[in-house]
């Protein structure tokens, strides 16, 4: 049970075995699974591959299980629709690589792309590094087969890319966390497979002059990359230190990585000369060119270690997922580096800088249990104050799940709360689903 | 009375004359009238421009209309963080002229954009020419102001461009039809203003041949055009008449129209190029390119004028909104033409070729009252009939509203019909938001 007790959350207070596992094949086993569920008034928790950041595939109230990781093929390929068939049980990494074998783009790209199940990314509504050209998960979605918790099995939309006949149940349920339904089958729309790619990564002395880039490139240059990604000084340091290798610049205060796609050579030449303009117009220390495979990797190598190289610096820690209106970055950075010296801790900062998502990353290091718990605690409540009075938000894709739910009321009134509820209440009326996540 | 209970649904049957119209100036008056009808029990039907096509804003069971013309100022053009944000009553137009006079392209562009309001535009989920590359509106509201059904007001996502911090409820509104709230503030992302643009206008001698170039140009040219839009011969036919003037080809079998965008005229002209060499191959009958605004404006006069253009020639049209996967575009149309033809009726076709959405216009004519509703009765069933069998539904982009909600269940099973009842339910308790509207 103990592999089932757990995400990818480092703090026990977040872990708790199930009673039981359920493995089902089928959306019919799904359905009896949440039938004999709802008649005991036993909670049910979907999970994907486990890989969560918030506690969100954690049965925190027991119960059952419900693994997906069965449900594990790529049932059509759909090369005149541009539409790709799959089970949730599915790594990501495989719905990309399927694509990219028949000519085409899957645009999701968590970084755990190689380990997460694309129903995880479903339920969680994944953001990853292409979300500034392409949008979050919730983008590629157009339909699905989902079994609710009363045991219905039913198919939102499909493969129409305009439709709005009825509710767009669909959206409402990506992103739900496994509090509303079982996603079963889902309906991925494809993209045209970019045929050139070119990769930038750019060093900085001051995070403010790096984020201040991300305007620049898109307002002044008119250009919208397809990635644009920010990590401190800290985090730079961490990876170099993981990966035993140095990077250009090692210790510069921040590096932005920027990748740019297209379908002919010189469109992408000429975007990337552009913003390599800019970046050295802007106080750039440097600007260089990854144009072939290993090039692009290891520069990416170095932003996707993010977590794994600082659990090396410290087992234990607190990952916030804090989003922000996208010119409110440098504030926001600030303010978490004001708050940790304050408190006399170590925050690390890496992300999303196009689409304004900070992954926050604070180390217990050495911090004894007890002073940890008190010292986050205000920690995260003046992260989350500062957040919010820029008209930012709680989560930008790690999600809610019971690790921040607590958390939810700080960030919206009693009145979106009170819909959040009704909701739940109309669509699982015996709270089977996921208790222990959503309000 | 009478101006506010119809809306450009041509029939006689989709009218009904509200007892009270009321329009209030900002979110607490409507509130006010929310629970005052709550209080009393008396349908509202919240309104926009009445441009909309599926009697959506007729108050079919009389009661208030909530007409939001009143609430019509830009109230922010953010220019850092890429948004505007404005209140319902303002033109789509006006929406489209204020991003674009501060370097910026509000990407949301249906037909109607002149007269309809941006708050019904995010009522229907309006999709328009530009939803190739941009999406439809649902993809430019991040966030917004709504009244619910009970008084209370709330602000749902905001300037985040990415959130997944509790349930999609920004998305659960848009395309609601004004049946769970009344939103009276919206946030709309904006992209960078395209510097170059270029229209190409292609004849086919088939509509097959016509239809068949939208995959070879997003799948084996790779690209994805800003609009790609077809007009079968009767619409061209009807449009020259209309505009009193001659179209290239005029008596091909279809045209194609095909918008490319980019930041600088190389990249434009490369994929221009490409897309026309693609259609030459795959039989066009010649190639025009419109590079200049002039040239640009005729050839979408002609396709928008489409609806005013078939009005001369039948004053009462039933004007159809399918969607189909998008290799399914030749089938769905030489169905509707089989159709046409096995019951003596003439059916126009226009619409969004690049998405799959075919406006289908069935032409009363000379037919009287009684064979007019038969026939048409029969079309309908069998337009929807071939639909639902190869995967479309009922409609794109115009919405259910009145007209269509009794046609809803044969697009879906009872258990989707389910799930939307038990969402009307939950928040909108006493069923005061446009009842005639969804089921």
């Not at 307002?219 to 990590?231: D, R, S």
Request: hydrophobic residues 40%; charged residues 20%; negative net charge.
């Amino acid at each position: 049970m103990e592999s089932y007790g757990h995400d990818e959350v480092s703090e026990a207070v977040w872990t708790r075995n199930p009673e039981v596992v359920v493995k089902p094949g089928i959306a019919e086993e799904v359905a009896a699974v949440l039938r004999l569920a709802g008649r005991h008034r036993v909670p049910v928790t979907p999970r994907g591959a486990g890989t969560g950041l918030s506690a969100g595939a954690v049965p925190m109230l027991g119960g059952i299980v419900l693994s997906l990781e069965k449900m594990d093929r790529i049932l059509e390929i759909d090369t005149a629709n541009m539409f790709v068939v799959v089970e949730p049980g599915v790594t990501t990494g495989q719905v990309q690589k399927a694509a990219r074998e028949a000519g085409f783009l899957y645009a999701g790209d968590p970084c755990s792309a190689d380990s997460s199940f694309i129903g995880g990314n479903v339920a969680e509504n994944a953001g990853g590094n292409k979300a500034v050209k392409y949008g979050t998960t919730s983008r590629h979605v157009y339909g699905g087969e989902v079994v609710l918790p009363g045991g219905e099995i039913t198919t939102l939309g499909g493969k129409c890319v305009k439709d709005v006949t009825g509710y767009d149940l669909v959206h409402l349920m990506v992103g739900s966390e496994g509090t509303l339904g079982v996603v079963t089958k889902i309906y991925l729309k494809l993209m045209p497979l970019p045929r050139y790619v070119v990769d930038l990564l750019v060093p900085f002395a001051a995070m403010q002059t790096a984020i201040d880039i991300v305007l620049v490139i898109m307002g002044n240059g008119g250009i919208v990359p397809t990635c644009l990604e920010f990590m401190d000084s800290t985090s730079i340091k961490a990876a170099e230190a993981y990966l035993n290798q140095k990077l250009p610049y090692g210790d510069a205060g921040a590096h932005i990585i920027v990748e740019v796609e297209g379908s002919t050579e010189t469109q992408v030449e000429e975007d990337y000369l552009a913003i390599g303009r800019l970046c050295q117009e802007h106080g750039a220390l440097e600007v260089f060119v990854a144009d072939n495979v290993s090039a692009r990797d290891r520069i990416w190598k170095a932003r996707k270690c993010f977590a794994e190289a600082l659990r090396v610096v410290s087992p234990v820690y607190c990952m916030e997922d804090i989003v922000v209106p996208v010119a409110a970055i440098p504030k926001a950075l600030a303010e978490i580096e004001r708050i940790a010296r304050q408190h006399g801790v170590e925050i690390s900062c890496a992300g999303h800088a196009g689409v304004g998502n900070i992954h926050a990353i604070l180390l217990r290091k050495d911090l004894d249990e007890e002073t940890w718990h008190e010292v986050k605690e205000k920690v995260l409540e003046e992260i989350y104050t500062e957040t919010y009075a820029m008209g930012g938000n709680l989560s930008g894709e790690h999600g809610i799940g019971a690790k921040r739910k607590d958390y939810l009321a700080r960030f919206m009134d009693p009145v979106q709360l009170a819909m959040i509820r009704a909701v739940k209440k109309a669509l699982d009326p015996g709270l089977i689903l996921n208790p222990g996540g959503q309000p």
